[in-house]
């Protein structure tokens, strides 16, 4: 038995039982003298036996060879796809028709094998094949690195030699995750890494047209808790003016220091959003929120309460910018209401459950205890969006200079890093001239702000204080919070509905048929309310949510279609700065005209605007479309 050890345990023996027993990435290179001798160069440089080649069934997976073909195809297949967002960027794409879909791949295409001479277009050889991979996309970024950064030194007057070395190595980075990205999700990893360019095409429109979910849902889920503290202070209100002791004149200029805020804040929203990127203004902007309602049930006078909705104003001014750009930023032209619809429609069900949840607070913890409640809800909201929201600002450019590489988390925008918030928010403002030059911009800007004239006069001032009227219907606050609880829902049920309607039909006819169901729905309300009757008072709020349901989304998309991407954070800018000025001016006349004629007659007046304002815009876009059209029939 002795003698039997000693033969099992001599060196040569000891390796080769080791090996069987060792994984092969844990078997060590010269872990014995007999072992180092073989493979560090001595007289017999056979190969060092692996357990694979010793005991194939214990390990199949060494059985088959590592060919070149096959590492490929596994790395290929382990690196991660890149996201879509710098897939389109890298791409050049803009519109996202099919056409310049297309001429980008087109661009990319190579023969196989002749990736090395440069991006050909497979047109000078008619027996050849075009094909997409690796070494094309390679050859693709550095080119275009290359383009850019001439450009930028061009425009600086520089004439510095070109950094072909960072130009591949930035290439070498990303035309792996490129290629993944532009590969099916059903192609086999082990297939070849080479792509058909229709299936490139095909995979793109793909990613065009479907929403990025894994992006998009958090920016939801956010709003969803935004819109429930949003929606609690709802059926509150009425009963907070009767407690401070406010006209129905004082109310409504309570609810205009809300526009006037949001007036003052969007402009330098905007700018220090597309400074600082999404996610800092997404969080912060919170804390604002929270101090101003908690501030609210703190106040007991008119000045206070205008005070504490300034700082509301504020905060939302920043927030809504921070999550209009972040939906705008995962979206296409070819997704772009579906991909605002869940933020929207979370933000419609968080307004749906909030009411619910407001009334209840109010009548077992009091009505200044609710504003304390929903300020510590936006305080914890903050943190959560601090841990969960990602970045989505990216540079405009492939080639960033080094003097605004460190502006932001993905390079910062195009402007030089010395730059001041002063001179940016003058730049700023000087993009709204040509933008309401624009014909098609200035009209959706006007019908904009005439909504909101009519929204905040109308559904944010009168209908609380008319579905609270002692001589009326005098309903408590859980009654009033079932009110806007049924509006909500329907919101929330309709969104994903109206969105496609909206992309399916076109941003005009959802835009006038939205204004159009909103007058019918205020028309209803106060006819329904005199009468007393709950049925037709449902029938009246569901139209007029229905309509709201499709103006949540048809203006932003209507707009940022017809905007180029440098314009895009003004012109939303812009957009919202009409609806605060209709909001503002909306809610201070309103209370006027109630406390003037009573509050049935303000509802039905901002009924006859805004249908006014809807006939108005689509006569003035038919017009302008077919102005359009002969002036292109002219040139062709």
Request: hydrophobic letters at 45%.
């Amino acid at each position: 038995e002795a003698k039997l050890i000693v033969s099992i345990m001599s060196p040569p023996r000891f390796a080769l039982l080791r090996s069987l027993i060792t994984p092969p990435s844990k078997i060590p290179r010269a872990s014995h003298p007999h072992v180092a001798r073989i493979t560090s160069g001595g007289a017999a440089k056979r190969p060092r036996p692996t357990a694979s080649s010793i005991c194939p069934v214990m390990y199949p997976r060494c059985l088959s060879s590592r060919s070149r073909e096959g590492d490929t195809a596994s790395t290929a297949a382990a690196v991660p796809p890149m996201d879509r967002q710098e897939l389109f960027q890298s791409l050049g794409l803009v519109a996202f028709d099919e056409d310049e879909i297309r001429r980008a791949v087109h661009a990319v295409c190579v023969h196989r094998g002749r990736a090395a001479d440069g991006v050909r277009d497979g047109r000078d050889r008619g027996d050849a094949v075009p094909a997409l991979d690796a070494a094309a996309l390679r050859a693709y970024l550095t080119r275009r690195y290359l383009s850019e950064a001439e450009d930028a030194a061009a425009a600086v007057g520089g004439n510095a030699p070109p950094d072909v070395g960072g130009a591949q190595r930035y290439a070498a980075a990303r035309a792996p995750r490129m290629l993944a990205a532009l590969r099916r999700p059903d192609v086999d990893p082990s297939a070849p890494a080479n792509i058909v360019p229709e299936e490139a095409v095909q995979q793109i429109v793909h990613l065009a047209r479907s929403v990025h979910t894994s992006r998009v849902y958090p920016v939801a889920g956010s709003m969803l808790l935004t819109g429930a503290s949003v929606g609690v202070l709802g059926p509150v209100m009425p009963f907070f003016v009767e407690l401070v002791g406010l006209t129905p004149t004082e109310f409504g200029m309570v609810i205009g220091a809300f526009g006037a805020a949001k007036l003052i804040g969007n402009v330098p929203a905007a700018v220090l959003v597309e400074r600082h990127g999404r996610k800092p203004y997404l969080v912060h902007s919170l804390s604002f929120i929270a101090i101003g309602s908690a501030g609210m049930g703190l106040a007991t006078g008119l000045d206070q309460l205008l005070l504490c909705r300034l700082a509301t104003g504020l905060g939302v001014s920043a927030l809504t910018t921070a999550a209009t750009l972040t939906v705008a930023d995962l979206s296409t032209p070819l997704n772009r209401a579906v991909t605002m619809a869940p933020v929207m429609a979370a933000f419609a069900a968080g307004t749906a459950l909030g009411p619910a949840i407001g009334g209840l607070l109010a009548d077992a913890v009091g009505v200044r205890e609710t504003f304390y409640v929903v300020g510590a809800s936006y305080l914890c909201l903050s943190g959560l969006n601090h841990v969960l929201l990602t970045e989505t600002r990216r540079p405009l450019r492939l080639y960033v200079p080094p003097a605004v590489a460190d502006e932001g988390p993905d390079g910062g925008p195009d402007a030089p890093a010395q730059r001041t918030v002063l001179r940016a928010f003058s730049d700023a403002l000087a993009q709204w001239g040509p933008l309401w030059a624009e014909p098609r911009v200035r009209n959706v800007l006007a019908m904009n702000g005439l909504y909101w004239v009519s929204i905040a006069g109308s559904q944010m001032t009168v209908l609380p204080l008319l579905l609270t009227d002692p001589d009326g219907l005098a309903l408590t606050a859980a009654g009033v919070g079932q009110m806007y609880m049924g509006m909500s829902m329907v919101q929330v049920f309709g969104n994903q509905a109206a969105a496609r309607v909206v992309d399916s039909c076109g941003r005009t006819p959802a835009i006038v048929g939205g204004c159009s169901l909103i007058s019918i729905g205020m028309v209803g309300v106060p006819a329904s309310c005199c009468a007393g009757d709950m049925t037709w008072l449902a029938v009246a709020l569901g139209t007029w949510a229905l309509g709201g349901t499709l103006l949540s989304t048809a203006p932003v998309a209507y707009l940022t279609d017809v905007v180029g991407d440098e314009s895009r954070a003004q012109a939303l800018a812009l957009l919202r700065t009409t609806g605060d000025v209709g909001y503002l001016s909306g809610a201070v006349l309103s209370g006027l005209v109630a406390e003037w004629a009573g509050m049935e007659m303000s509802m039905q007046a901002g009924a006859g605007m805004l249908a006014v304002s809807a006939g108005w815009f689509g006569l003035r876009q038919t017009l302008d479309q077919r102005a359009r059209e002969s002036l292109l029939k002219k040139k062709g």
